[in-house]
């Protein structure tokens, strides 16, 4: 079968990349979608149950770092695209381990970039392809990366203020900023952490390999993302099995810890309207204007669990303990997502108290899918995090 377009997801077997996999083997039928992920702890291809038999969908295990693996599979597929979310992306293993973030996300990155440069370069017309019309169309090698990388904010007003811009999917009740200050496309870099330190790196080689080699590439940093198929290390899918089998809740230093939340589908539209609408050569920051505190977070989910499993709303607070806080851990984050919103169109869609809402009420509906990515490694793991602090 001919396809339209010939793309590479890698990561597509994690939580954002399972989102965004089915979003474009759904939506375009006419494109081969090829799912490149490791399968280290955090990919999962039970995600992608759904999908699976599709026509326009295919699996390759491989690991990034493996540049003639992704040179030979660039060249048999005929790659055209490649949106690249293969990622190390949790900041306390990078306090752990930081070599395997450095491994993963800045060489891994860089063994990508060079396999899709030589490949795109041998074609007839170089970084160009030729279309099922017969029309030469570009190239794209797309980069998904972290707000992380500009560092941290100010909390200048920790009480919260009316929020200087909204959509209609910030949330009902949270209208506010606790700064002045957001992350803007044109900021400095000032990673803190090994994780954000490795995405900003990152990030600089696929700039680079624009500006030496012409390559088309694009670049993308966004907020917190929360929805179904998070691995339970992160925070919301975490407190919420923890909830529901009345284990502590570990919150860091005094949970005063700001950030911005986005619905992973959301996140997902956002990759597919800049993917074939985004400017070569260009960022933009993917955020949900929606800020909230750590423990106010905390608190709604709590509730939510609550409410869902037919317990008295609250009853759950006296599961939160407060733990040593994180080394490095950056204050408040926050981005502005208007050049988004103003150049392509895209907003979010869903209010983050309907995402809390459908996002708790997946995770207790599909427990099996928790147990199972919640068994062996994972337990000994979340021992060593927790149980000293």
């Known amino acids: 079968m001919e396809?339209?377009?010939?793309?590479?997801?890698?990561?597509?077997?994690?939580?954002?990349g399972s989102h965004v996999v089915r979003l474009f083997v759904n939506k375009y039928p006419e494109y081969h979608i090829i799912n490149l992920d490791k399968l280290t702890y955090a990919g999962n291809l039970a995600n992608?149950?759904?999908?699976?038999?599709?026509?326009?969908?295919?699996?390759?295990?491989?690991?990034?770092?493996?540049f003639d693996k992704m040179y030979a599979l660039m060249?048999?597929?005929?790659?055209?695209?490649?949106?690249?979310?293969?990622?190390?992306?949790h900041v306390d293993r990078s306090i752990k381990d930081p070599f395997t973030f450095a491994r993963t996300n800045v060489m891994g990155t860089l063994s990508l970039l060079q396999a899709a440069k030589l490949y795109w370069e041998s074609l007839p017309?170089?970084?160009?392809?030729?279309?099922?019309?017969?029309?030469l169309e570009r190239v794209l090698f797309y980069h998904i990366s972290t707000d992380e990388v500009y560092g941290a904010l100010e909390m200048t007003h920790p009480e919260g203020i009316p929020a200087p811009f909204t959509t209609k999917a910030s949330s009902g009740k949270n209208h506010e900023a606790y700064g002045e200050d957001f992350f803007t496309e044109d900021l400095k870099y000032m990673p803190h952490s090994p994780y954000s330190a490795s995405k900003a790196s990152s990030d600089h080689f696929v700039r680079a390999f624009h500006d030496t080699y012409g390559m088309p590439t694009i670049v993308t940093n966004c907020s917190n993302n929360y929805g179904p198929y998070q691995f339970p290390e992160k925070l919301i899918p975490l407190f919420i099995n923890n909830i529901r089998h009345r284990k502590p809740l570990p919150v860091y230093g005094k949970g005063e810890n700001v950030r911005d939340w986005l619905y992973v589908e959301d996140h997902a539209r956002a990759i597919d309207v800049i993917f074939h609408k985004g400017n070569i050569a260009d960022?933009?920051?993917?955020?949900?204007?929606?800020?909230?505190?750590?423990?106010d977070i905390i608190k709604v989910v709590i509730n939510t669990v609550d409410r869902l499993l037919g317990r008295q709303e609250g009853e759950d607070m006296d599961l939160i303990t407060y733990v040593t806080d994180r080394l490095g851990h950056d204050k408040r984050y926050a981005i502005d997502s208007r050049k988004l919103q103003a150049e392509l169109?895209?907003?979010?869609?869903?209010?983050?108290?309907?995402?809390?809402?459908?996002?708790?009420?997946?995770?207790?509906?599909n427990q099996e899918w928790m147990d199972n990515v919640t068994s062996g490694d994972y337990q000994q793991y979340y021992e060593k995090m927790y149980k000293d602090r």
């Open 3 to 16: 396809f339209k377009r010939n793309i590479i997801i890698t990561g597509g077997a994690g939580f954002i």
């Open 345 to 365: 169109g895209w907003e979010p869609s869903l209010q983050f108290e309907e995402g809390i809402e459908k996002t708790v009420k997946w995770y207790l509906d």
């Open 283 to 295: 960022t933009y920051n993917i955020g949900g204007f929606n800020e909230w505190k750590n423990i």
């Open 75 to 89: 060249q048999k597929e005929h790659v055209d695209g490649i949106i690249h979310l293969a990622a190390e992306s």
């Open 48 to 66: 992608l149950k759904d999908i699976e038999n599709k026509p326009n969908y295919s699996f390759v295990k491989a690991d990034i770092c493996d």
């Open 125 to 135: 017309t170089p970084y160009m392809f030729s279309s099922s019309q017969g029309e």
